[in-house]
């Protein structure tokens, strides 16, 4: 058995530890919750690490899951053994070859995340929807609950799948599991050796396709034989379940750990049994051994082989005993009898009995529920409810448990108090920022612990929806015996805030148990903290007697060369506090793991993080508690007051963290939620603001132009609004000479901006006595807070000016124009998110927007709340996300619709012309609608219109009633990344661009995949380090404006803000005034990148004048009058791209990393920069003939002699 | 004609030796300079802060964003190594030795004692023949004084030293109360020769702007006037090699720096104005010049006219600053 090795690692690299080390070529596609799967794959493909039989895996990453799935069949036909990684959506894309692969009998396991299925929403986390649907391909599917089954399982498939020759599905729950740090025994290259037969292998090598052996495979074949062929497998099926088994009693020989197909645990004489897969039949496992002690006659069954479904071991695993059962299904069949566990365990029950399997003789008593979608908490609570509702007379049936169901009551109640949690479990909570490196030194504290002592050790973080300021809960528990507790952490003996801010906003002390410890990281004092507590926290302090203690670990971080991040110095709190480790020893691990970390980042790294243990010691006070609570600040509502119903009945509770708390009964039925949500949500990120200085502004309207979270606004207004105005508030007469006369002011929204800086690096107006000044200038928030919130309170009262009022041509009028979309959750300094708001600007009050999965779907509409919103007359956006890869199609599905209703209209219109008076129907009908004062028109002849629609009766007015407002032209937005524009939804987007309908298609190209974490696109650029490209990108960036161009009657520009911020106010507002299609690449600065955002705008100007990034517009209308569609905005490349790249650390990396291929690289990008300046340069100086090449056609069809 | 010098304990053919800058970058031109005539080629600079700021910068921007987002654990791959040190630097060293055979200076460019100090020691084992240490500080605390300015120049010096064993020659600024007296401070504490002077870099306003912008200036022949000075002062006096930098464009400035006393004359503007193949024109400038002028050797020349044993040793102080102020007419009449 060798020695056991234990080391705490996540459930994706446990799985993928195994995965790689078993097979030869890996094709992935990046998702949530599986993509570090692939990652971890391909990093180590790039350290040329071997699998166990030498050699190093081929790892490929493809353009979507449909084309992950084709390259594994392929390869499997080839005679590789290949694997894959995905989730939810990502399998769904796979099915067609999976039925494929099963059809042909295939060795392989396909390791699954198992995610949420969108359905009314989409979900990262954790239910069974996505495997559930692949339950008709053929594939066997295995389930694990826990790290260590995930690991075990995954070289379990593997060798089960090669004798069996049924492919496996194994999966594990998405975060839960995927994501959970747990200490486990860990599998050496000879136990894998061991279990996997080399006969067996070469087995599946010889049905390889070969020219050798040359066969063909994949016919077509008709009614006579299809039905039979399909009938050969059942053999294999019939065997497989047995073949695991076998497999399973092999590892356990190997490795000491025994598994079974449907493993029992419970009491011998079980009267209640529970049966569930995955990680939920751990904390069921927990629930039963905490009920036997109470002596309580229950058991679990766990469901690990769930298809083949072995009814013989299923009913050999049931004891006699059993007279109820409760079947629990993590996912949701809407329609069905019963969801999918539950009617194959009925089924299984009845044709057991029948068949005299097993000891049970009666039919128990069955029931049914679902739990956990979407990685809803399933806690011993949870468990216990179901237990509970068995004993019940008539159990409920269809049930579900852990929400409360008061529309169709089909929830059990239960028991929030009941816990199973020993008391010799250390349970920790941690709330801390991303950016502060929480998350990072828990990861490291578990470690320290699981590695270094006899405990088990678990960690399971909980992370933020939103990008800026993104909140991190840490749930850690340490324990003497091996931990199934697969839920959050309600009774912490210790919390910790590494945010002070976060005292506001989070009840982080709810969940401590009576004479816990909590440490505060805090700007004050240990004599002054105390009065610097919201009274809520002095009650949870005085009232469940918790010792207290205060770092100021901002201090030490600054003091030790850190900045902001604390992560070391909270982390040396925790143990200096904990006891859990002796302090000294704490102390020399954690110094032994930074030395481990940061190595080979480089002595200087190590040597401040060490300084930073020791200084954080001496920094740390236990606060006497005193007996009385003093404070007068109280935390804050999530909202305020004046907020809509809705959003405080609903949007509220989720913003405070209780959306667990809201009923069925609260929820839209369709996953329809009202816009205009997000200035509801204050969120009080920045610890610096931009402040106004009017003196020096020459109102040029550049700041409110890059804000990426519309937080600085501007208004032009008569000066009779100022009557009531604060003191503090800011205004002067406008410069614009067509607006004479009026007031013009510059107001920042102090609690919803982030502190990005870009307005203030944008602004190009210095104060001449003082030019480090500029008209805008950062300066710290709190003592800016309250005034600046008044302020910007009255500037909202001011109207907006009317927009036939604004040129929209010029930057510095149309940024008076209001954004439709405001305070999203993107990052602070998002490059995306400007381009987005300027097209709320310029359009949103008709606007429609099918929006690509991706970052822009999650800041755009991730709940509790939407940046999306209305003007003062209730318009603006509509929006919606279909999918990752079907955006265009699904925009290009809005735009056939619009147009529809719009014909309807028309048609209705003229057909009641006498009714409505022709004068009208004409106006309405000719009115082409091409600025802002002429909408404005059309806005008002359909208000006459359906004023005259109201007084006449017929059913053809009450059907143009409906539809009028199509009459007014709508834009419709198509809006993504470069992941799916380039790579997953090119092809939909081709045909979008071909079908010559009238789309605005908007590339937020920030030329890598952003969301799931920086893996590359067809669109990352030359020599540029990402994901799967970890040796710098050898290939050129994809020229998708190019592609586009070639069809000829498609708009295209590619623009950059931070370049030419005028080009790309021209290029939206040609590409919406164009009736066709149009493509806008907008270069979009991005985290990913690896630069501080505030420099953004720099970057995407050295980006232009390096020739990086081409500024051009191809307009088809150029062409009808003889023109050359196509104008390069940009000039030569002036200077060299080295300047550029050096500047984003994706690029200079790979100088750090392999010096002589960054200069290869390098070099051809410099190269190529040049070669496609000139090439864009010569197709735009091209002369086109007059009649747009007919005279070139003409000579063409000329037959030469 | 006997045109060979020693500087710091190398055998050079001529005096001619290529100072620090963006040429000595490519190997191909290390080859070119050997090539023109150079008898030694000082590296272009490895910098201190290059070295400390490369690797704040890539651990801030790797980990900055670590553990924030459920879909984004991290957003760059964890390579296995960094070459977060001056591997590259090493690298072109070691490269430069194996395609020349005239002598290779490395040179390391710092303000502060600190852990880059180490690779000096990884310079001298890259294959390096000796070292010049370029100490580049600008004080502008109005509180630290002058002796804490000079201290900080020794730490350094004594920290390089006790890195390595290949001779070092420190690379100053004319900026000290009495640099005569820093100049043999800095020997005791170790220097084998002394560089004078390293040009500080001058920023310039962009008015248009109202910004500061970075700008190089090449140095001008007038240039050569303050190490020539230095030089003949401190010649004779201090147990270290000189070496003159700056100004140093035709054949006459070579001949006048080793007149004062350098053993060494660095080229470098002059150079990068008309490329590495002037080295050439130099020489031949210097052979020119010594056939005419009878001389028999470089040696014979050197310190001629240093303060020690020139005609008139006050020329290099204030007197002789009196009478040519006073000598001075203009060309017009006031």
Known sequence: MGKRIYKTIDGNEAVATVAFKTNEVIAIYPITPSSPMGELSDAWAAARKPNIWGTIPTVIEMQSEGGASGAVHGSLQGGALTTTFTSSQGLLLMIPNMYKIAGELTSTVFHVAARTVATHALSIFCDHSDVMATRQTGFALLASASVQEAMDFALIAQAATL???????????????????????????????????????????????????????????????????????????????????????????????????????????????????????????????????????????????????????????????????????????????????????????????????????????????????????????????????????????????????????????????????????????????????????????????????????????????????????????????????????????????????????????????????????????????????????????????????????????????????????????????????????????????????????????????????????????????????????????????????????????????????????????????????????????????????????????????????????????????????????????????????????????????????????????????????????????????????????????????????????????????????????????????????????????????????????????????????????????????????????????????????????????????????????????????????????????????????????????????????????????????????????????????????????????????????????????LGAIAKFSAGGKPTPKKDLGLIAMSYGNVYVAAVAMGAKDEHTLKAFLEAEAYRGPSLILAYSHCIAHGYNLRYGLQNQKLAVDSGQWLLYRYHPERARTGENPLILDSRAPKIPIEEYLMKETRFKMLTKINPDEAKKLFSMAQENVIKRYNYYKYLASLKLEEGNGKLERKKLMTPTK | MDLSTTYLGLKLRTPLVVSASPLSEETENIKRMEDAGASAVVMHSLFEEQIRHDKLELAHHTTYTKDSFAEALDFFPEPEEFNVGPEEYLEHIRKAKESVNIPVIGSLNGATVGGWVEYAKLIQEAGADALELNIYFIPTNLDMLGAEVEQKYLEILKAVKTEVNIPVAVKLSPFFSNLANMAKQLVQAGANGLVLFNRFYQPDLDVEELEIKPSILLSTPQALRLPMRWIAILYGRIQADLAASGGIHKATDVIKMLMVGAKATLLCSVLLRYGIDYIRVIEEGVVQWMAEHEYESVEQMQGSMSQLKCPDPSAFERAQYMRALQSYKPAHEL
């Not at chain 1, 709190?573 to 000294?584: H, Q």
């Not at chain 1, 590339?1003 to 952003?1010: C, I, K, P, Q, R």
């Open chain 1, 163 to 1021: 004798e069996a020759r049924v492919p496996f599905l194994h999966f594990f729950d998405g975060f839960r599991t995927s994501h959970e740090v747990s200490k486990i025994e860990v599998l050496t290259d000879d136990q894998m050796r061991a279990m996997l037969n080399e006969e067996l292998i070469m087995e599946h090598r010889m049905r390889a396709l070969s020219p050798d052996h040359p066969v063909l495979r994949g016919s077509a074949q008709n009614p006579d034989v299809f039905f039979q062929a399909r009938e050969t497998i059942n053999p294999y099926y019939a065997a497989c379940p047995d073949i695991t088994q076998k497999a399973m009693d092999k590892f356990a020989e190997i490795t000491g750990r025994r598994y079974r197909l449907f493993e029992y645990f419970g009491a011998p004489d079980a009267e209640r049994v529970v049966i569930l897969m995955a990680s939920g039949a751990e904390t069921a496992h927990e629930t039963v051994e905490h009920l036997l002690n109470a002596g309580e006659k229950v058991g679990v069954l766990k469901v690990r082989l769930y298809r083949p479904f072995s009814t013989k071991h299923f009913m050999e695993a049931l004891p006699a005993t059993v007279k109820s059962i409760a079947v629990l299904d993590r996912t949701k069949e809407p329609g069905s009898v019963g969801e999918p566990l539950y009617l194959d365990v009925v089924n299984a029950l009845r044709e057991g009995l029948e068949a005299g399997l097993g000891e049970l003789k009666d039919m128990p008593t069955v029931v049914g529920g679902r739990y956990g979608l979407s990685s809803k908490e399933f806690t011993p609570a949870m468990v216990k409810a179901v237990f509970d509702n068995l004993n019940q007379e008539t159990p409920k049936n269809h049930f579900t448990v852990g929400i409360f169901d008061d529309v169709t009551k089909t929830s059990l109640e239960f028991d929030p108090e009941f816990s199973t949690e020993a008391d010799d479990v250390y349970r920790a909570l941690f709330y801390g920022l991303g950016s502060d490196g929480t998350v990072s030194a828990n990861k490291n504290s578990i470690k320290i612990i699981g590695e270094n002592t006899d405990f088990w050790a678990q960690g399971y973080f909980v992370y933020d929806s939103k990008k800026a300021g993104a909140v991190t809960v840490s749930h850690l528990r340490f324990g003497p015996r091996r931990i199934r507790s697969t839920y959050l952490i309600s009774r912490a003996n210790f919390v910790a805030c590494h945010q002070p801010s976060f005292l506001e906003r989070f009840d982080m002390l709810e969940h401590i148990v009576e004479g816990g410890t909590f440490l505060l990281n805090s700007p004050y004092d240990p004599d002054d903290v105390w009065d610097h507590l919201p009274r809520e926290f002095q009650e949870h302090i005085i009232n469940k007697k918790l010792k207290f203690y205060v770092i100021n670990a901002f201090k030490v971080a600054r003091e030790s060369g850190m900045g902001g991040r604390i992560n070391t110095v909270m982390q040396v709190c925790f143990f200096a506090i904990s006891g859990i480790l002796p302090r000294e020893e704490a102390i020399a691990q954690i110094k032994q793991a930074i030395r481990d970390t940061y190595g080979r980042k480089g002595e200087e790294i190590v040597q401040m993080n060490l300084q930073a243990v020791d200084r954080a010691l001496s920094h740390l006070h236990e606060v006497k508690v005193p007996s009385q609570i003093t404070s007068k600040i109280h935390m804050r509502p999530p909202v305020p007051d004046q907020a809509p119903e809705f959003v405080k009945d609903v949007t509220a509770m989720m913003i405070a963290g209780k959306g667990d708390d809201l009923p069925v009964s609260k929820m839209p039925v369709d996953g329809t939620f009202p816009t205009g949500t997000a200035q509801w949500e204050k969120r009080n990120l920045a610890l610096e603001i931009p402040v106004w200085d009017p003196d020096i502004c020459i109102q040029c309207g550049k700041c409110a132009m890059v804000c990426p979270h519309a937080t600085i606004r501007i208004k032009v207004y008569d000066e009779t609004y100022l009557e009531n105005a604060p003191a503090t508030f800011k205004a002067v007469d406008v410069r614009d000479k067509e607006w004479k006369g009026m007031k013009y002011t510059i107001q920042v929204a102090p609690e919803d901006c982030t502190g990005c800086a870009l307005c203030v690096e944008v602004c190009p107006a210095r104060n001449k006595q003082e030019p480090r000044l500029k008209a805008l200038n950062m300066e710290p928030q709190p003592p800016l807070r309250e005034q600046e919130a008044e302020n910007w309170d009255f500037f909202l009262s001011i109207p907006e000016l009317d927009r036939r009022q604004i040129k929209n041509g010029t930057i510095r009028q149309q940024q008076v124009q209001q954004p439709l979309f405001e305070f999203s959750g993107a990052c602070s300094g998002c490059g995306e998110t400007p381009y987005v708001k300027l097209m709320s600007q310029l359009f949103g009050d008709r606007a429609i927007v099918a929006n690509a999965t991706g970052c822009s779907s999650i800041y755009g509409g991730n709940l509790p709340t939407t940046p999306w919103t209305v003007n003062q007359d209730g318009l603006g956006p509509a929006w919606s996300n279909s999918l990752f890869e079907d955006n265009a199609e699904f925009g290009l599905g809005i735009r056939l619709a619009v147009n529809k209703q719009k014909e309807v209209a028309e048609y209705l219109l003229k057909k009641l012309s006498t009714d409505i008076g022709q004068e009208l129907v004409e106006r309405i009908l000719t009115n082409e609608q091409l600025d802002e004062p002429s909408i404005f028109e059309q806005r008002q002849y359909v208000a006459k219109l359906k004023k005259k629609l109201e007084t006449l009766k017929s059913d053809d007015a009450r059907r143009l009633m409906q539809l009028a407002d199509y009459l007014v032209r709508k834009s419709v937005w198509i809006i993504g990344g470069d992941g799916w524009a380039y790579d997953i939804g090119f092809g939909g987007l081709d045909h979008v661009l071909a079908s010559g309908h009238d789309v605005n298609i908007l590339v937020l190209d920030t030329e890598v995949y952003s969301n799931t974490g920086g893996q590359t696109s067809k669109a990352t650029p």
